[in-house]
Nanobody, 129 residues
Framework: VQLQASGGGLVQAGGSLRLSCAAS????????MAWFRQAPGKEREFVSL????????YYADSVKGRFTISRDNGENTVYLQMNSLKPEDTAVYYC???????????????????????WGQGTQVTVSS
């Protein structure tokens, strides 16, 4: 599975951005896809995940109610709609894909980087105050 993230940019606080991550590969439509982010000097942290087949979504508490994750009908592209952005949302955002055929339950292990097998290159999001 190969992942290509896009959609980052510079936005003022309170604004919106939509990130996209296009997956390719024979089993990508049956892989849970997620977004993580990494701010300067900090560890990479979980943002959201979306299971395949119209399955469940999970969010970090810090983005609940502001971010929405979705997938296209072919399940090969995942989106992250980010509204009401805050300066603390500034980070490089990475998309990730899990092992094909496995559902992620939103447990603590689902939020760990080690639970994902494939990673995109990252896209910078900068929110100015």
């Amino acid at each position: 599975v190969q992942l290509q993230a896009s959609g980052g940019g510079l936005v003022q606080a309170g604004g919106s951005l939509r990130l996209s991550c296009a997956a390719s590969g024979r089993t990508s439509s049956r892989s849970t896809m997620a977004w993580f982010r990494q701010a300067p000097g900090k560890e990479r942290e979980f943002v959201s995940l979306k299971n395949w087949g119209g399955g469940s979504s999970y969010y970090a508490d810090s983005v609940k109610g502001r971010f929405t994750i979705s997938r296209d009908n072919g399940e090969n592209t995942v989106y992250l709609q980010m509204n009401s952005l805050k300066p603390e949302d500034t980070a490089v955002y990475y998309c990730a894909a899990g092992s094909p055929g496995i559902y992620y339950t939103g447990s603590s292990s689902s939020t760990e980087t080690t639970s994902y097998d494939y990673w995109g290159q990252g896209t910078q999001v900068t929110v100015s105050s």
